[in-house]
């Protein structure tokens, strides 16, 4: 059974930084793509950041480029979250997703396989 588990989460002063990390376990293969998808109360579910397999140009949402920095381990299907500069308006539940097959480092939820519990992230202003 394949399980996604993030961490990293919790609140922090606007302009502060945190890293959420994701762990996937029982899958023996390499996802061909992780995503981190957020999730704010009464808002849709929207992409942030994904990357895919042996590609150097990760896919970013516009409201976090150049704050979040999102890195994979292709061995370890692990993946991380670097999250820099917060603002009140990044406050939501963080999911971690991943996908077996597909092309490029899509926002499409649907082209997931995958998904985490999420961990909340909370920024006060």
């Known amino acids: 059974q394949v399980q996604l588990a993030e961490s990293g989460g919790g609140t922090v002063q606007a302009g502060g930084s945190l890293r959420l990390s994701c762990v996937a376990s029982?899958?023996?293969?390499?996802?061909?793509?992780m995503g981190w998808f957020r999730q704010a109360p009464g808002k849709e579910r929207e992409g942030v950041a994904a990357?895919?397999?042996?590609?150097?140009?990760?896919n970013y949402a516009d409201s976090v480029k150049g704050r979040f920095t999102i890195a994979r381990d292709n061995e370890k299907n692990t993946m991380s979250l670097q999250m820099t500069s917060l603002k009140p308006e990044d406050t939501a539940m963080y999911y971690c997703?991943?996908?077996?097959?597909?092309?490029?480092?899509?926002?499409?939820?649907?082209?997931?396989?995958?998904w985490g519990q999420g961990t909340q992230v909370t920024v006060s202003s």
């Open positions: 997703a991943a996908a077996r097959s597909g092309g490029g480092p899509s926002f499409w939820a649907g082209g997931y396989d995958y």
């Open positions: 990357i895919y397999l042996g590609t150097s140009f990760p």
């Open positions: 029982g899958y023996a293969g390499t996802f061909v793509r």
